[in-house]
């Protein structure tokens, strides 16, 4: 399963052939973020025994006090750990109980259909002005903690997380479109409200800080949905599928009508 956008996304097939997908078991359980490098090390060790039906992400907030939130969140700060599980709640507890025997603070996991899985990130429902960035790691092992704890916490960034891929996404398919598959097993993403052009300088300056964090790890390729600053395209897509999607845009655009934050051009 193993999700990829912007919220949690959870898509299962047996023997081939697409199934419904009618519920799941998802949410988040909420840590005080003083416990953050203790939380994320444990989700760290917990990933290596879930099954691919389950996709999760260790996450920490600095929330700011506003309306959207519910108010036992606004002006906190957080360690979390999302997921969804394609299996009964009983499975499903199984296998996060680990997770809750650190005792969360809160612990908003229940059995919903998958149009409710936005609620679980808590995204507001209308847009804020931010900026932030993103990229493929190789790895994210044990010792790769508490430099992005340290990088993060009292910094001007609202949100990181690390997001475990494999599963379906790491699995190529002529089906699955121009990307068909991600090797690399987790995906970095910060970001930070940016009111004011003052407040953007460091927010920017800060994202490439935690990325660079875990810089180690930093695979090099980037993730369409969480590169927010310019990049090479050719980082993004395989060989083989950029040379494509250059032909089809010469072929298609040559006069480049239709633009996008991250032209196909051969060189960047």
């Not at 499903?92 to 809160?106: C, G």
């Not at 059995?111 to 995204?123: H, Q």
């Not at 996404?169 to 993403?189: C, K, N, R, W, Y």
Request: hydrophobic share 45%.
């Amino acid at each position: 399963m193993r999700g990829g956008g912007g919220n949690l996304a959870a898509v299962t097939a047996l023997e081939f052939e697409l199934v419904p997908l009618t519920e799941l078991y998802a949410g988040a359980l909420f840590w005080p973020i003083e416990r953050a490098a203790e939380v994320l090390s444990a989700w760290r060790r917990w990933i290596e025994a879930v099954p691919d039906t389950c996709t999760s992400l260790g996450r920490m907030l600095q929330l700011p006090d506003v309306p959207f939130l519910p108010e036992h969140l606004r002006a906190r700060s957080f360690v979390l750990v999302e997921a969804a599980c394609i299996a009964s709640e009983a499975d499903a507890a199984a296998l996060l109980a680990p997770l809750r025997a650190l005792e969360p603070e809160s612990d908003t996991f229940r059995t919903m259909p998958p149009s409710d899985l936005s609620v679980v990130n808590m995204d507001p429902e209308e847009p804020l002005p931010y900026d932030g960035d993103g990229t493929l790691l190789d790895a994210f092992p044990p010792e790769a903690v508490s430099p992005l704890v340290d990088a993060f916490v009292g910094s001007p960034m609202l949100h990181v997380e690390i997001r475990h891929l494999g599963g379906a996404l790491a699995t190529s398919s002529p089906d699955h479109g121009v990307l068909d598959a991600i090797e690399q097993p987790f995906v970095l993403f910060t970001f930070g409200l940016a009111p004011d052009p003052e407040v953007l300088a460091a927010v920017r300056d800060h994202a490439q800080r935690v990325i660079a964090s875990v810089g180690r790890w930093d695979s090099g390729r980037r993730y369409l949905n969480f590169a927010e600053t310019r990049v090479d395209p050719r980082t993004i897509y395989p060989a083989a599928t950029f040379d494509r999607l250059l032909a089809a845009k010469a072929r298609y655009d040559p006069t480049d009508m239709f633009t996008a934050n991250h032209p196909l051009r051969r060189d960047p």
